[in-house]
């Protein structure tokens, strides 16, 4: 359903334009050769294997809350962890 | 199932044939968990931001639901800004695929660099057309877009479109009739989206996965309330029908009258030729349309009619297909909320893309290549699992 979820950034490999992103215990590793100059610890929304876009910390934190609050995360939260986009 | 959903499609073979097709779309349906007890001013910003892949068409479906189910039409100025920037979200979602996926479908390379000049264009036409950010807000003060800044965005836009896709003016490539000058372009054009249409031909494969079309028409409001107020709703999220019929809502069946389209389709059916070329119409169509607007910003809103008290609907045509949105209010709140996406309609157990992919012929490996481009023409908004087995 177009869903686009926020993730944190926590490693860069630049030379291949890639990115690891944590969204609670789930890891990607991603493409981040669509958005400009990635930052450790930025957000950015997730979409099939690519960053989408930055978003603030304070958005990512709206969006994680609604998330938060409808329990849906917890209901996720047993998923396998995932290492290659 | 995935947070995100996934679309997983297994085909068994025996032989040269497929014996078994089986498209199973999952998933979650989160409206009424996220959106459940928020306040019906709130709940579009929310939709926009939880769905926000197609954050444009879905908060356009949410706010129209909400403004009708309190019976508090929208303005016309929002109304005009709210289509400009879903026909963005069209573009940038169909050069999306056309730059990132579409490449690696004929061996080449992704044209990264090309999709981050959309992206920025899209986040410039944003900011032009709703700064203040009310254009989805009920009651919000929408101003009409300053039309030189506007005008100089989607002037980048058409450039961008005709030096890099179609190698001519949107407008013209829009124009194009006969099936022969298109079939010349695509074999004459060093570019990403002529060259995937040239493989086609080349390889023999213009009529590949032809099946029949059953378009999604114009739905009965009342109809659809009784779907969606029904025990079966969460079935009929899941897997739509129009009365046991799946139907298809994607750029194919919204641009099926253009006459190229209507020469492909009499000679090759609707394969993947014919939807490839639907992909690239909607395209130069879409920009046509917000060119337009631009020149004469439209006044218009297009609202679906009449509902049951306290209920409202949004319908609006998003990049892959129909989105519909109800919501249920009661002291001003969301009681029900429910989404109808065009995944399910062309990704059903029983739609369109198991009908294409059941007439494919071959050996596993050529099997394999076109159901992966027909699932490509298709183009589920989420990640897809494709399976091949021998019975």
């Known amino acids: ?85 | 199932m995935s947070l995100e959903g996934n679309v997983s499609i297994s085909m068994q073979l025996t032989g040269q044939s497929v014996q078994q097709v089986v498209v199973n779309s999952q998933r979650p349906l989160l409206a009424q968990a996220l959106l459940a007890g928020a306040s019906a001013k709130d709940a579009p910003q929310k939709v926009g931001l939880v769905f926000s892949l197609c954050a444009k068409s879905q908060a356009s479906a949410s706010v129209y639901a909400i403004e009708q189910a309190s019976k508090n039409g929208a303005s016309k100025n929002a109304c005009g800004v709210r289509a400009q920037l879903v026909r963005m979200e069209i573009i940038r979602e169909h050069l999306w695929r056309i730059c990132l996926d579409w490449p690696a479908l004929h061996g080449a390379q992704a044209e990264n660099a090309l999709m981050k000049q959309v992206l920025i264009l899209d986040k410039e036409w944003e900011a032009c057309l709703d700064a203040d950010k009310q254009a989805f807000v009920q009651d919000g003060e929408v101003n009409p877009p300053l039309k030189s800044k506007a005008s100089s965005i989607a002037m980048k836009l058409g450039t961008l479109l005709k030096e890099h896709i179609f190698y001519m003016p949107p407008k013209a490539f829009y124009a194009c009739k006969g099936a022969e000058e298109y079939l010349l372009w695509a074999q004459y054009t060093q570019m990403n989206a002529p060259q995937l249409i040239h493989s086609l031909v080349q390889r023999g494969w213009r009529n590949v996965g032809a099946a029949e079309v059953v378009a999604l028409p114009e739905l009965d409001v009342a109809w659809l309330d009784k779907q969606l107020a029904s025990d079966a709703a969460e079935a009929f999220m899941k897997q739509p029908t129009l009365d046991g019929e799946p139907c298809e809502s994607t750029p194919y069946a919204r641009q099926q009258d253009h006459p190229l389209l209507q020469e492909l389709s009499a000679k090759d059916g609707v394969g993947l030729l014919t939807r490839f070329t639907a992909v690239l119409l909607e395209l130069a169509a879409t920009y046509l349309d917000l060119e337009k607007a631009l020149m004469k910003f439209e006044s218009t809103c297009d609202v679906v009619t009449s509902a049951e008290e306290h209920t409202g609907f949004g319908s609006v045509e998003a990049a892959r297909g129909r989105l519909i949105h109800r919501v249920v209010l009661e002291d001003n709140k969301v009681k029900t909320y429910q989404i109808v996406a065009p995944t399910e309609w062309n990704f059903h157990p029983e739609g369109v893309l198991k009908k294409a992919l059941m007439s494919l012929k071959g050996d596993a490996e050529v099997i394999e290549q076109q159901a992966k481009l027909l699932i490509h023409a298709m183009d589920p908004c989420v990640k897809f699992n494709l399976e091949i087995s021998h019975a």
Request: glycine share 4%; hydrophobic share 50%; net charge negative.
């Open chain 1, 1 to 85: 359903m177009c869903l686009a979820i926020p993730a944190r950034i926590v490693a860069i490999d630049e030379a291949n334009d890639m990115a690891t992103v944590t969204l609670g215990n789930v890891k990607k590793d991603i493409s981040i050769a669509l958005i400009e100059d990635a930052k450790i610890d930025e957000y950015v929304l997730l979409h099939v294997g690519y960053a989408l876009h930055k978003i603030s910390e304070e958005e990512a934190a709206r969006t994680l809350a609604l998330f938060d609050e409808a329990e849906i995360l917890e209901e996720f939260a047993g998923e396998t962890t995932e290492v290659k986009a």
